[in-house]
Every structure is written in structure tokens, then in C-alpha cells.
């Protein structure tokens, strides 16, 4: 089984954070193995993807969330590198 195999958790991808813990509690109430994706570029790195795994696209959600110059630190969804050099330039 390869990572494009793994069924989608929900369809279109979440839109927000809400969707993405709604989507994990209903996957986790089932016990079914699940794949976190966002960019999709080391999916089958690794361990050997799981049998019946599902898969929740998170590719969708962009953008800094935070950004905090005094400590170094950003936190980011999926953000574009032009993004994160725009946010951080001195």
C-alpha cells in the first residue's frame, strides 16, 4: 500500500482548526490508523504505510500563526516561503 492509497478523512480537506479536531476525534474513535498531509513530500518516507490508514489533508491551512521576533520563533501552517521571508525581513 503507497500514501496516495490511504482514503481521505475528509473530503476537500478542513477548512479551519475545528475541522481538523473534528476529523481526528471521529478517526480515532474508529481506531483506525491516521496520516497527517500536508505538502505531501516525504509521504512514503519512513515505516511502510499502515493497512486501512486514512488520511487528512491538511494542505489547505496557510499562513503564520504567530511570529515573535525576540524569540526567534514562528509558528506556520503550511506558509509560503515568500511568507515567511516577508514576516521575518529586518
Same mark, same amino acid.
Given at each position: 500500500? +503507497? &500514501?496516495?492509497?490511504?482514503?481521505?478523512?475528509? /473530503? %476537500?480537506?478542513?477548512?479551519?482548526?475545528? @475541522? $481538523? &479536531?473534528? /476529523? =481526528?476525534?471521529? =478517526?480515532? !474513535?474508529?481506531? +483506525? !490508523?491516521?496520516?497527517?498531509?500536508? %505538502?505531501?513530500?516525504? #509521504? @512514503? /518516507? %519512513?515505516?511502510? =504505510? &499502515?493497512?486501512?490508514?486514512?488520511?487528512?489533508?491538511?494542505? &489547505? #491551512?496557510?499562513?503564520? =500563526?504567530?511570529?515573535?521576533?525576540? @524569540?526567534?520563533?514562528? +509558528? /506556520?501552517?503550511? !506558509?509560503?516561503?515568500?511568507?515567511? *521571508?516577508? *514576516?521575518?525581513? $529586518?
Amino acid at each position: 500500500m +503507497t &500514501a496516495s492509497d490511504a482514503s481521505p478523512v475528509h /473530503a %476537500g480537506g478542513p477548512r479551519d482548526t475545528r @475541522d $481538523v &479536531a473534528e /476529523a =481526528v476525534r471521529d =478517526v480515532a !474513535a474508529t481506531g +483506525t !490508523a491516521l496520516r497527517i498531509r500536508a %505538502g505531501g513530500t516525504w #509521504l @512514503d /518516507a %519512513g515505516r511502510p =504505510v &499502515a493497512s486501512g490508514l486514512r488520511t487528512l489533508d491538511v494542505g &489547505a #491551512l496557510r499562513g503564520i =500563526v504567530e511570529y515573535v521576533p525576540g @524569540d526567534l520563533t514562528l +509558528t /506556520a501552517r503550511r !506558509a509560503l516561503r515568500e511568507e515567511i *521571508k516577508a *514576516k521575518v525581513s $529586518v
